[in-house]
């Protein structure tokens, strides 16, 4: 890399907001072997057809899934080695994330996670996804 009088050019921060939220997304896919990977809906009868997600589960999985809801995700990857197996990696296996605290680490970020704006992701469904974290089994 070239340098100008002798000082690096400005790199962008990309710990927070929006370009975060994107490489984290595209990271995500691509460590989770999906990027680019056409996938087949498997034929299933009536009967074995899984319920439907609740509101909070459909938001989950649109703004947290690709990172918290796989063993590979980088969220899981982080509180893997954060919590050494003590608690699960995969939020919708916890029992301890009070609705309050899930609100807060959206909205601020922690460590590498972004925080999300109300532009992002409404106050209303971030309630929703407080309460199916908070509920999940």
């Known amino acids: 890399m070239t340098h100008m009088h002798g000082r690096r050019p400005a790199l962008p ?13 595209v990271l995500a896919l691509t460590l ?63 029992r301890n994330l009070p609705p309050e605290f899930v609100k807060l680490v959206v909205r601020r970020g922690v460590s590498f996670m972004p925080s999300f704006r109300k532009t992002e992701i409404s106050d209303t469904e971030l309630a929703l996804v407080a309460a199916y974290l908070a509920t999940s089994p």
């Open 13 to 25: 921060d990309y710990r927070h907001g929006r370009a975060a939220a994107a490489i984290w997304a």
């Open 32 to 94: 989770g072997g999906c990027a680019l990977q056409p996938t087949r809906a498997p034929a299933q009868s009536a009967s074995t057809t899984a319920p439907a997600p609740s509101a909070g589960g459909r938001v989950y999985q649109k703004w947290c899934g690709d990172c918290h809801s796989t063993p590979t995700g980088p969220g899981s990857l982080s509180l893997e080695r954060k919590y050494r197996g003590a608690v699960p990696a995969i939020l919708e296996q916890r």
